[in-house]
């Protein structure tokens, strides 16, 4: 069984799928990659997978503003 493809325009947690990117092959394995837009603007190449599966939610900037209030306290 296939799994479902992404379709642009996809938003998951914070980012948006703009477009694919060329894959990347690791070994005998094709690596699907996409460009994101993360909800605070800046756009970075992400690996299709690891946005499906909750790995990345974020472009840095959720972790970002995490450690930033970790250092407040």
Known sequence: MRKEPMEV????HKLTL?????PVWQGFKQIKRGV???ECGRVKT???????SGCTKSCGCNYLSIDRTRKKK
């Open 46 to 52: 992400i690996i299709i997978h690891n946005v499906k």
């Open 18 to 22: 703009l477009e694919y990117d060329e």
């Open 9 to 12: 325009g996809t938003k998951t």
């Open 36 to 38: 994101f837009e993360c």
